[in-house]
């Protein structure tokens, strides 16, 4: 086989095993959110377990991208690809273990009432894991425009969490009983803040592999 043939059949299974790991993030972010919503210390724990899978999910791809580069030797545009993975999976590997996170407050929280309903929390992690599957889709994709349109939605998810943040602030000062939860709460919702941060890093190596810089308030709003 020759030198491009090659090198794209390498990176086709690369960029295979990186959105199967994106997939395995995404439902760890929701399925987090639901063990949370309903109890589910079943579920929770799961999470907890199934991180090892994005862990080691992590080090292939890592692996691969290395061989790829002793091998292959890219350059300019191959070799942006190649270290932008190399960032991303690093990013999916942090979410992994915000969710993990999550599920642990999870188990704290199985034998308590709840505070108040869960509503804000559940749709700012629905937002941020798909932001998630739409940066992946924005690299796979070489799609700078929906880079921008997710990079763009970070904000709305930070107003959410803002919103969240003095809501509990709220009720702890009206109540000390309820102090313990609004802080668990208050973690939980910047597991969710960070991870929406984590996809607009992934925005933006995207820039960075098809541009070679990262100009993300350069592209053109659609």
């Known amino acids: 086989m020759s030198a491009r043939p090659q090198m794209d059949h390498e990176m086709a299974i690369i960029l295979n095993e990186l959105l199967e790991m994106g997939a395995r993030v995404e439902d760890a972010i929701r399925l987090a ?10 579920l929770a724990r799961k999470i907890i377990d199934d991180d090892q899978i994005i862990d080691d999910l992590e080090d292939a791809i890592r692996d691969k ?47 308590e009432h709840y505070i108040k309903e869960l509503i804000d929390i559940p749709r700012m992690a629905e937002m941020a894991a798909k932001m998630v599957k739409d940066s992946l889709d924005s690299f796979v994709g070489k799609d700078l425009k929906l880079a921008r349109r997710v990079w763009k939605s970070d904000e709305e998810v ?9 809501e509990l602030l709220d009720l702890m000062a009206k109540d000390p009983a309820k102090v313990k939860q609004s802080v668990m709460f208050t973690f939980i919702a910047a597991h969710i803040e960070r991870i929406a941060d984590y996809a607009t890093n992934i925005c933006e190596e995207t820039v960075f592999a098809i541009e070679g810089d990262f100009h993300m308030e350069q592209i053109e709003e659609v």
């Open 33 to 42: 959110i639901k063990s949370l919503k309903e109890k589910d210390s079943a």
């Open 65 to 111: 991208c290395i061989k790829f580069m002793a091998r292959q030797q890219p350059l300019a545009g191959d070799l942006r690809m190649t270290i932008s993975i190399l960032q991303m999976i690093r990013d999916m590997e942090r979410i992994g273990d915000h969710c993990e996170d999550i599920s642990k407050y999870t188990l704290r929280l199985e034998n």
């Open 158 to 166: 930070d107003e959410i969490f803002r919103n969240i943040n003095d």
